[in-house]
């Protein structure tokens, strides 16, 4: 049964948004298509949803937002991590990494 | 630079001069402009894959998912960050604002220290006075269930007439109400209390054990009555005073089990009370000094009893379930109840002198805001070129209306604290007053609390503003194009500020003629009294009050015998000229409701409050006090006739008009008829102001009371008395001293109240005089050195001095006359209010006012004088080749 994407994700995208602004600052549209593209249309994820995300980063310092032009000169609100935001993702990937290879024991386990 | 266009500047630019804050507007605009961005996008990138325009379009914002959902989302995220950019913006402005009246006070320290003086003066004086109402009639009465606190008379006669209840009586209405709590029984008392030290007169109350629990009081140290105490028989015992304690017994514990005597007798301290202040009207704040176990006594003694209501009972509802309670007591054949309110008795005491002393405070208030309000009015347009160069740099108007009134509320509270401060000293210098009188005495015990700071601080707000706003309203309206143009801000030259300072001037004045006009009728009132007496003559009388203990002149013969002995003794003292016995001093009161007959009229149950007084005097008691006699003549004591003296009031209301004499009247159905045969003026004390006069009956002097008073007459009463009293305290120690006064000094204790009043208010009154007139010198000042230009162009053409002068005064006169005017005629509507405190003067007495009218143009005259100087000795070059 396969299972709606933000239920499974409403945790992770936090992680998969802040993941993403590592390499350099990007607008949320970006954002959207980098994890299109890196999970291959596996997470169909609701651009709203996304947002959210990005805001409720914004408040909490993760990341910060600063209006710039895009590439074909339109006016875009930009997003890039912050140190606080590094932090996070990092403690978040190794929690992350923990509990799958945690997961995985057991259901391997014979 | 004649045409100097008003610069308008862009908004734009206004802006930079603006803490950049974020409103939900933005917000939302931001949410908008991205999600357009990112819709936008998403068309392109399917358009470019092959999609048609509008599927293309439709799809994005499928895979949108819900926008208003989202921009919610947003909002609530982003609500703290507005409200926290708003806060920090209005605080920034704050703190701008603070620096900028720190630095404009700093720039002209003298007129801020002017101002925070000023407000202090009022603030202090209106918290002092607050202070007082609030503890006094404000807060409930330190006992169980205040509010519910009754004390209950027996009325009769339609209920026009109260009296305390007979014994008999209470018990029946204990024992039969459905509507009180529980009734208890006090007594009040006077003793002469000796022991150890000087022997006094105290009040004191006889309570019955179960008044402390009843009222939820339980002593400071020691212990209260038990039911032992109050059996016959029982050791005596007795509760004193806290502040007696506190004042005879150095606050010692080691009072507890020591013996002090009241009239003569011994009673054993057993210990020390709170006051019981409120219970017992006459005691005031102070209470009763000294307590004692009420003993049993027959039915027909009369108590004060004290109830308290059932909750949701209201008092009519009592008085009614107690009347119909058959009893019957021998004073009042069937008799109602009367209830009042014990908070109630004790507020009414106080409340018109308090509620006057807050009307008049308060009008000293405005006089100090009024004050500073003009101070800020000239200020302000002394500083137009400053508010026109920040309005030219774009401060918006209201930026520059907060920035005035930041001014003027640090003004206020900075005035605000310095009145609190003073407040706190002055409390404890009024309450230290002399002579005492029960507002003095209910000072001493008055705290600044929370309620009372609070008061302070709204009063300093509420002055704040109300000063700063008409200053800051006129202030922040420049014409820029002036200002700019370097054109001194030609104040005086206004007409619209010239109108605004000349009404806060007139307004000055006149509140400070209203007050001041007050305190000419307590004034006048006193020295009238003082100077007439009524019905009396005062100088040179005085009272010795004695009394002659039952156990050591048991029999009535040894209590003539003594008595005789001590006039003849007073009588011999050189300087005496003459001394007399009597019951009671003439201002001593023994009111009782008689059963009255006329002979030859019906009997009269006196309609009204028929109490009558009775005194018993030696015939020479009207000679020697000095009341007139009216008609007839003394009794003669050779005959064998009884004879009576009424008082006027007596004679008006009882006897047939125009046979006076020769009446014959009778207390009871039995016992024998007294003719009436002399009608004197009735006496009339500070007490009785407003009231009608208590008719009087004198009877002769029987000579064998166990109380007495002897009147003297001598040249120096007040040297003498000493020694009179202590010739008779040789004769025989056995004798007590109740009380020994001259009768100024009895009228004075009788006046403190209205003396306390009229200190304060003459206070206030000289405080407000002082205000108005720095009000009127800083107007006509402020005028002068704003027509300094003119002045000298006049005198350059030939104007002499008292041309210049005449210029300078007409102005100030005319202020003050509308202000005495708009103040007199004030005053004959206001000081109506204190027509229950003036004796012998109309509210509207001409003299007064006439005088106050005077005062008021001397301070006027007084005030413009030194600004008129200065008008002369403008150098007309000078002024000339100045600006202006």
Redesign the interface.
Known sequence: MPRHPSELLYGTLDVLVLKTLTWGPR???AV?KWIEERTAGELEI????L??AL??LE?SGAVRAEWGL?ENN????YYSLTPRGRQVLRAEAETFRRFSAAAARVLEAR | MADFPTPRLPAGVRRLFRWPFRRMRDIERDVDEEVRFHLDQRTEELIAAGAPAASAQAEARRRFGDLEDLRAFCRAVERPTVIRSRLASWLADLAQDLRFTGRQFRRSPGFAAVAVATLGLGIGATTTIFCAVHDILLTPLPYRHADRLVSIDESGFHGKVWLAPARGVVDAWRSGNRTLEGIVETSGKQWTLGGSGQPEAVDGEAIAPDVLPFLGVSPLLGRAFTAQDARAGAAPVALVAEGLWRRRFGASRAALGREITLDGRPYTVVGVMPRLFGIGLFYGLDGPQVMVPLTSGPPSDRVDALGRLRPGVTMDEAARDLGAIRVSDPGMETPGAHLTGVGDDFRTWYQSTLTLLLGAVALVLLIACTNVANLLVMRSWSRMREVGIRVAIGAGRARLLRQLLTESTVLGLSGGMLGTLMAWKAIPVLAALRPRSPTTAALATVRLDPAVLLFAVGVALAAGVAFGFAPAFVAARPDIGDVLKGAAPAAGSRPAARRLRSALVIAEIAVSVVLLTGAGLLVRSLLTWTAAGQGLYPRGLSAVQLAFPPDRFPSPSARSEILARIVDRVRGMPGVEAATEALMPPWGRGAILPDLHVEGRPQTPAPGPGLVGFNWVAPEYFRIAGIPLLAGQPFDPDTSEHGAVVGRAFAARYLPSGAWLGARIRFGDTGPWSTVVGVVADPRFPGDTGAPSTPMVYEPFLGNFPSVTILVRCANAAALLPFITRSIMLMDPGVHLVRAQTVRMALAEMWTDQRFLMTVLSAFAVLALVLAAVGLYGVVAYSVRQRTHEIGVRVALGAAGPDVVGMVLRQSIGLALSGVVLGLAGAAAATRLIRSQLYHVRATDPLTYLAVGGILAAVALLASYVPARAALRIDPVDALRGDG
């Open positions: 607008h949320g549209y959207a609701v651009d709203a949803a947002y959210k805001h409720r408040r895009s339109r006016r875009a609100k």
